[in-house]
T-cell receptor, first 111, second 113 residues
Framework: SQTIHQWPATLVQPVGSPLSLECTVE??????LYWYRQAAGRGLQLLFY??????ISSEVPQNLSASRPQDRQFILSSKKLLLSDSGFYLC??????????FGSGTQLSVL | GENVEQHPSTLSVQEGDSAVIKCTYS??????FPWYKQELGKGPQLIID?????GEKKDQRIAVTLNKTAKHFSLHITETQPEDSAVYFC????????????FGAGTTVTVRA
């Protein structure tokens, strides 16, 4: 079964600073990869998904971008963070069985 | 697109009692219905799922039922324990290569000892 590595676990960044969150997946090839955001006490909002290297679909317009430089690597970035970017960011993947599995998440606080 | 509604938003049960969470979906083409459990500060964990060709599935104290005609599905937890306290999310999707799950808003379950 696949393993999702996501880091860091927590991150505190000042407004206007850049962001790079990385996610790598083991145990599966050619997975679909996803970035979700969860505001405190709220549901799961899909930000980006990717069905292959270099293929990124954005679900909501925002201050963030995503890239997939390798088959099992997914990166979430921002050039300048906003206060509203604070939240719990989750990487997820689905493989041949099409079940969706989540990583452990990154708690981002923008101050 | 698919719209999933989940009820209740909070649920408090006495240890040993049963908990039931209900979800409805809008797209009759949806054919995959997973449930996730999220503990504080952690990512959601897939606990059980069901496909539209099955009406019920059980795994120890957890069961899920699906009514395709009414477009609703439910999670049943029997003999609840304190470790069942968490936020539970239902979801629905059409299983295609680039499928995306539509999630419910979540139910916070508290099991009272």
């Amino acid at each position: 079964s696949q393993t999702i590595h996501q880091w860091p676990a927590t991150l505190v960044q000042p407004v206007g600073s850049p962001l790079s969150l990385e996610c790598t997946v083991e145990g599966t090839s050619n997975p679909n990869l996803y970035w979700y955001r969860q505001a405190a006490g709220r549901g799961l909002q899909l930000l980006f998904y990717s069905v292959g290297i270099g293929q990124i679909s954005s679900e909501v317009p925002q201050n963030l971008s995503a890239s997939r430089p390798q088959d099992r690597q997914f990166i979430l970035s921002s050039k300048k963070l906003l206060l509203s970017d604070s939240g719990f960011y989750l990487c997820a993947c689905s493989g041949q069985d099409e079940k969706l599995f989540f990583g452990s998440g990154t708690q981002l606080s923008v101050l | 697109g698919e719209n999933v509604e989940q009820h209740p938003s909070t649920l408090s049960v006495q240890e040993g009692d049963s908990a039931v969470i209900k979800c409805t979906y809008s797209d009759s083409a949806s054919n995959y219905f997973p449930w996730y459990k999220q503990e504080l500060g952690k990512g959601p964990q897939l606990i059980i799922d069901i496909r539209s060709n099955v009406g019920e599935k059980k795994d120890q104290r957890i069961a899920v039922t699906l009514n395709k005609t009414a477009k609703h599905f439910s999670l049943h937890i029997t003999e609840t324990q304190p470790e069942d306290s968490a936020v539970y999310f239902c979801a629905a999707s059409l299983l295609v290569r680039d499928y995306k799950l539509s999630f419910g808003a979540g139910t916070t379950v508290t099991v009272r000892a």
